[in-house]
Nanobody, 124 residues
Framework: QVQLVESGGGLVQAGGSLRLSCAAS????????MNWFRQAPGKEREFVAA????????YYADSVKGRFTVSRDNAKNTVYLQMNNLKPEDTAVYTC?????????????????WGRGTQVTVSS
């Protein structure tokens, strides 16, 4: 069992930055790859970024590539999402998820555990 708690969301102007954190409970955190997803009002949940268990491999949605960076610290049981040059279209609830699937993926259904999410609002 893994419990996930996100933090770091807030209101920021376009062009600004935020760093989201996702803290995990349990001693098996390093066994899971981690994903970030987001969901804007009236839209489907979409993939943002993924990182493998060691942090060596990452995978990004085209819409955030070059602006967002995913990282993890297994000693702290935490995964991060550094978001730079934010745009109004990045406004959404951001949620982290843990996956035991071997390969990095962008599919919500392949994630095993989910946090509750943190709101990110980018004003123009």
């Amino acid at each position: 069992q893994v419990q996930l708690v996100e933090s770091g969301g807030g209101l920021v102007q376009a062009g600004g930055s935020l760093r989201l954190s996702c803290a995990a409970s349990g001693r098996t955190f390093s066994r899971y790859s981690m994903n970030w997803f987001r969901q804007a009002p009236g839209k489907e949940r979409e993939f943002v970024a993924a990182i493998n268990w060691s942090g060596v491999s990452t995978y990004y949605a085209d819409s955030v590539k070059g602006r967002f960076t995913v990282s993890r610290d297994n000693a702290k049981n935490t995964v991060y999402l550094q978001m730079n040059n934010l745009k109004p279209e990045d406004t959404a609830v951001y949620t982290c998820a843990a996956s035991s699937y071997y390969f990095l993926h962008r599919t919500p259904g392949l994630s095993d555990y989910w946090g509750r999410g943190t709101q990110v609002t980018v004003s123009s």
